[in-house]
């Protein structure tokens, strides 16, 4: 996902899909150790997309302090 596309989102759904990415990594974790994972490439993809979550909800946090 685009981080222009999490940039429109309110705050409740980025908070939401947050939830979701933590835990469809939390099953990638699983299946990449027990072997069952075919795209060894999605649990850094997911990684990444939470990073950019993370950084958009902090982004708002600062802009409220300020």
């Known amino acids: 996902m685009k981080a222009s596309d999490m940039r429109s989102m ?3 759904e980025l908070t939401q899909k947050l939830d979701e990415m933590r835990q469809t990594q939390f099953n990638l974790r699983f299946q990449l150790a027990t072997n069952q994972l075919e795209n060894t490439s999605k649990p850094k993809e997911v990684k ?3 990073a950019r979550i993370m950084t ?3 982004e708002r946090k600062q802009g ?3």
């Open 10 to 12: 309110s705050q409740d």
């Open 48 to 50: 990444k997309d939470i």
């Open 64 to 66: 409220d302090n300020i």
């Open 56 to 58: 958009i909800i902090n």
